[in-house]
Nanobody, 123 residues
């Protein structure tokens, strides 16, 4: 497993922006496909976004397209999720995940998980 640690969560007002980060230990981060998932109150954990190893390809859930941007800085071993135009329904614990393979859009496609960071959007 590659240790993953999320940070940057907090409370923001609807319509605002927030960036959460995920930092990995070790020197193999550039070989991992990465993704973001979230679990809202009373709901199952769902896919949010994913990014290829080089950062050249990104994929988003329909619910966040046009509002969220996933990116990575391999030199810093860090994954980012920039969130804008936040809605109350975005309130959730956000998890980063890593894959030693091609990645994907489901939990089973990822091998390593962080502990999550809470994002709360107030109306």
């Amino acid at each position: 497993q590659v240790p993953l640690v999320e940070s940057g969560g907090g409370l923001v007002q609807a319509g605002g922006s927030l960036r959460v980060s995920c930092t990995a230990s070790g020197r193999t981060f550039p070989t991992y496909s990465m993704g973001w998932f979230r679990r809202a109150p009373g709901k199952e954990r769902e896919f949010v976004a994913a990014i290829s190893r080089s950062g050249g390809s990104s994929y988003y859930a329909d619910s966040v397209k046009g509002r969220f941007t996933i990116s990575r800085d391999n030199a810093k071993n860090t994954l980012y999720l920039q969130m804008s135009s936040l809605k109350s329904e975005d309130t959730a614990v956000y998890y980063c995940a890593g894959s030693t393979g091609y990645g994907g859009t489901t939990e089973r496609d990822f091998n390593s998980w962080g502990q999550g960071t809470q994002v709360t959007v107030s109306s």
